[in-house]
T-cell receptor, first 113, second 115 residues
């Protein structure tokens, strides 16, 4: 079945790197995503990775995927106070025209100035 | 485009009252999703529509919840009668298609408090 788990909270100092981790259970995941939710707002897609990739880099963001261990991580380099938010890991499963997306519980990132 | 629009942003009501949440998806998007977010259960998919047709409502918690999409630019989520355990943030999202590369764009949410 589908289950996506994350730690609830992470605190880092401004300028340091942040690493947010996620584990999922369904090995048939097609895409894995990272969404960001700022206070009082909806989720916003940050990046995604296809399941046959190991790594994806996008400016300060690096996504690592270990498909064998069903482990996904998001590294934010040079973390800024504006990065404070809740980060959701998600996976998509399915074939054909529709892929069901299941979200994790979210990790609240606190950046200390 | 203004993005996904939801109204109201905040709703406070008393137990037993009917609540209607509204959503305007991004123009041209064929998929519309309703989610509920709580501290205890995280983000749950309630129902989704494709081309205005409800496809999967298995996440709707009870018969007290109903959703409609009368046209491509409007959807409602209704709770009747409302109960305190329905208190949550309700998000509407839309996407161009249903493929894994089709980004879901979320609205700002409606924070519902049932007293």
């Amino acid at each position: 079945g589908e289950d996506v788990e994350q730690s609830l909270f992470l605190s880092v100092r401004e300028g340091d790197s942040s690493v947010i981790n996620c584990t999922y259970t369904d090995s048939s995941s097609t895409y894995l995503y990272w969404y960001k939710q700022e206070p009082g707002a909806g989720l916003q897609l940050l990046t995604y990775i296809f399941s046959n990739m190991d790594m994806k880099q996008d400016q300060r963001l690096t996504v690592l995927l270990n498909k064998k261990d069903k482990h996904l991580s998001l590294r934010i380099a040079d973390t800024q106070t504006g990065d404070s938010a809740i980060y959701f890991c998600a996976e998509s499963i399915g074939s054909g025209g529709y892929q069901k997306v299941t979200f994790g519980t979210g990790t609240k990132l606190q950046v200390i100035p | 485009d203004a993005g996904v629009i939801q109204s109201p942003r905040h709703e406070v009501t008393e137990m037993g009252q009917e609540v209607t949440l509204r959503c305007k998806p991004i123009s041209g998007h064929d998929y519309l999703f309703w989610y509920r977010q709580t501290m205890m259960r995280g983000l749950e998919l309630l129902i989704y529509f494709n081309n205005n047709v409800p496809i999967d409502d298995s996440g709707m918690p009870e018969d007290r919840f109903s959703a409609k999409m009368p046209n491509a630019s409007f959807s409602t989520l209704k709770i009747q009668p409302s109960e305190p355990r329905d208190s949550a943030v309700y998000f509407c999202a839309s996407s161009l298609g249903g493929a894994g590369t089709d980004t879901q764009y979320f609205g700002p949410g409606t924070r519902l408090t049932v007293l």
